[in-house]
């Protein structure tokens, strides 16, 4: 039987908090919980989990920042961002810092554990009211399109990836095997010069590719 997924929270509401926690825990395993951002980057640095699921307005020091320090100390570990509000400099800013996925408090439960599996397995998750920012904000800022590095599979992959489907998901769409799809997402990643599948997505949309 598989390792399960270890999860953190780092939420400052503390009846929030409970309902993050008893949502996860028959899926992850819950090893920690902090209640603001400095003590929540100690319990990453210290319990190296999986994933973060981090608020975006936490006390000490906000989400954002604690994602970028995430991203600098502990790149192993993919962050969800939590958080009530979906105004777009926001979803941007979680984005530009290195969030894998940025989900709605008001969501159902069910959309956060898929948040936290996708992005276990690699990928990246954007809530579907707030999707639509996110690819609408980088279309837009994109370049005519250069000519692709990229294969047809490979650029098939990277749009699933963009649209926040992991490896699984993006196997069975394409009918692949899951080594295959692993080894075009390396290869995509070699060829754009990127740290990780979101890099690679917002690259590729920035540069037309998608």
């Known amino acids: 039987m598989a390792d399960r997924v270890r999860v953190v929270i780092i939420e400052d509401h ?21 209640s603001d951002g400095i003590a929540g980057l100690d319990l990453i640095l210290s319990t190296q989990p999986n994933v973060a699921v981090i608020d975006i307005g ?16 502990r790149r192993d570990t993919r ?14 800013a979680a984005l530009a810092a290195g ?7 008001s969501a159902e439960p069910e959309r956060l ?10 990928g990246a998750y954007f809530d579907p009211r707030i999707a639509g920012i996110v690819l609408a904000r980088f279309s837009s ?17 990277l749009r ?8 699984t998901d993006i196997a069975k769409s394409l009918h692949l095997g899951l080594g295959t799809v692993k080894g075009h997402v390396r290869d995509i990643m070699e060829k754009l010069a990127a740290a990780d ?3 690679a997505a917002v690259l590729a949309l920035r540069r037309g590719y998608i």
């Open 14 to 34: 503390a009846l929030t908090r409970v309902g993050l926690r008893t949502s996860l825990s028959a899926d992850f395993e819950v090893i920690g919980e902090a």
């Open 197 to 199: 599948r979101t890099q």
């Open 141 to 157: 800022d994109a370049r005519p399109a250069e000519t692709s590095p990229l294969s047809k599979r490979e650029t098939d992959v």
């Open 113 to 122: 554990i898929e948040a936290v599996r996708i992005v276990s397995e690699g």
């Open 99 to 105: 969030a894998d996925a940025y989900c709605l408090k």
């Open 58 to 73: 936490l006390p000490g020091m906000d989400g954002i920042e604690l994602t970028k320090r995430v991203r600098a100390q």
């Open 160 to 167: 699933l990836i963009a649209e926040g489907n992991g490896n």
């Open 79 to 92: 962050v969800v961002i939590v958080t009530m509000i979906d105004l777009e400099e926001e979803v941007i």
